[in-house]
């Protein structure tokens, strides 16, 4: 995550004054929370502003916040003002989606989102085989307010789309809800955790990566993580101390963070087949490599992936 997990009005759009940053204080938990919104239009923002090619491309998000002509006018739509954080955001899609789609072409049919947010892989991807199944697990709220927007607009989804209703700050078991909503526990999976873990309690993150090692042999998992700030590059980390500084003083501090030889650790204990650091210089050079306008990703967000 780059910004404070804050809520917005069921109409998607932030009330309230801004912050540093264009945050925003806690309004209405049963629309999408701001991050999301603001995750939705910086992916937008990268197919209309950033050069040609789209390191990915995705501006339906953009229908689904509800966000009027004027969207381009927030202050924390700047182009300029935080250039790494909307990077991180098109990565850790592009990553996710890369990876999804690989595993499927292995003949994986089983996706899992946790924390699915204004995700619409389920509506750009209907052409997939109907065989896939689609989990997507986020808030009662939020997720109810989705579907409505979804039907409202008239979007198809993939036919396999399910949606599960799940906090994964419950202290409950996203396992155990995942499969009472008819996901096959004998078949392998792959999930995604994207942009959701740093206003998790560190103890919700440890549960949601030790419950992974349930998943069937073949499966694969990949999350995103914050490193500490003092680890994070010069530059992008006095942004992001600035972004800190805003979160707390509206009351969603950023709460865990993970150096890499850390969360390997955790993964390793926990019995993970295989775990892999991504770090932000390789992500860089994939999707980034070459390009005119300098755009790319800090390290202060990197990523996961275990295999069972």
């Given at each position: 995550?780059?910004?404070?997990?804050?809520?917005?009005?069921?109409?998607?759009?932030?009330?309230g004054?801004?912050?540093?940053?264009?945050?925003?204080?806690?309004?209405?938990?049963?629309?999408?929370?701001?991050?999301?919104?603001?995750?939705?239009?910086w992916?937008?923002?990268?197919?209309?502003?950033d050069?040609?090619?789209?390191?990915?491309?995705?501006?339906?998000?953009?229908?689904?916040?509800?966000?009027?002509?004027?969207?381009?006018?927030?202050p924390?739509?700047?182009?300029?003002?935080n250039?790494f954080?909307?990077?991180?955001?098109?990565?850790?899609?592009?990553?996710?989606?890369?990876?999804?789609?690989?595993?499927?072409?292995?003949?994986?049919?089983?996706?899992v989102?946790?924390?699915?947010?204004?995700?619409?892989?389920?509506?750009?991807?209907?052409?997939?085989?109907?065989s896939?199944?689609?989990?997507?697990?986020?808030?009662?709220?939020?997720?109810?307010?989705?579907?409505?927007?979804?039907?409202?607009?008239?979007?198809?989804?993939?036919?396999?789309?399910?949606?599960?209703p799940?906090d994964?700050e419950?202290?409950?078991s996203?396992?155990?809800?995942?499969?009472?909503?008819?996901?096959?526990?004998?078949?392998?999976?792959?999930?995604?955790?994207?942009?959701?873990?740093?206003?998790l309690?560190?103890?919700?993150?440890?549960?949601m990566?030790?419950?992974?090692t349930?998943l069937?042999?073949?499966?694969?998992m990949?999350?995103?993580?914050?490193l500490?700030?003092?680890?994070?590059?010069?530059?992008?980390?006095?942004i992001r101390?600035?972004?800190e500084?805003?979160a707390?003083?509206?009351?969603?501090?950023?709460?865990?963070?993970?150096?890499?030889e850390?969360?390997?650790?955790?993964?390793?204990?926990?019995?993970?087949?295989?775990?892999?650091?991504?770090p932000?210089?390789?992500?860089?050079?994939?999707?980034?490599?070459?390009r005119?306008?300098?755009?790319?990703?800090?390290n202060?967000e990197?990523?996961?992936?275990?295999?069972?």
């Amino acid at each position: 995550m780059t910004t404070e997990d804050t809520r917005t009005s069921n109409a998607g759009t932030p009330h309230g004054s801004a912050a540093p940053g264009g945050t925003v204080p806690e309004q209405n938990s049963a629309g999408p929370s701001s991050l999301a919104v603001r995750a939705a239009l910086w992916r937008a923002l990268h197919v209309q502003h950033d050069d040609p090619p789209a390191v990915f491309d995705d501006e339906l998000g953009l229908r689904l916040t509800g966000e009027g002509e004027d969207w381009r006018k927030r202050p924390d739509m700047d182009p300029d003002d935080n250039p790494f954080a909307r990077a991180a955001v098109i990565t850790r899609a592009r990553f996710g989606e890369d990876l999804v789609l690989e595993q499927l072409g292995r003949g994986v049919r089983q996706y899992v989102i946790l924390g699915a947010g204004l995700d619409t892989f389920a509506q750009r991807r209907a052409d997939l085989p109907p065989s896939v199944r689609i989990f997507e697990l986020d808030p009662p709220g939020p997720q109810s307010w989705k579907r409505e927007r979804l039907a409202e607009l008239g979007l198809d989804s993939h036919a396999g789309l399910r949606f599960v209703p799940y906090d994964l700050e419950s202290g409950g078991s996203w396992w155990e809800t995942l499969v009472a909503a008819g996901f096959d526990a004998g078949e392998p999976a792959v999930v995604v955790s994207l942009g959701v873990s740093a206003f998790l309690r560190k103890d919700a993150i440890v549960a949601m990566v030790r419950q992974g090692t349930a998943l069937a042999p073949g499966s694969t998992m990949a999350a995103t993580f914050q490193l500490p700030l003092a680890m994070v590059e010069p530059g992008p980390r006095e942004i992001r101390a600035r972004i800190e500084e805003a979160a707390r003083a509206f009351g969603t501090p950023f709460t865990s963070f993970f150096a890499p030889e850390e969360i390997l650790g955790l993964a390793r204990d926990a019995g993970f087949r295989t775990a892999e650091h991504i770090p932000a210089p390789v992500l860089a050079a994939r999707y980034f490599a070459g390009r005119a306008d300098g755009l790319r990703p800090s390290n202060a967000e990197e990523l996961l992936v275990v295999t069972t």
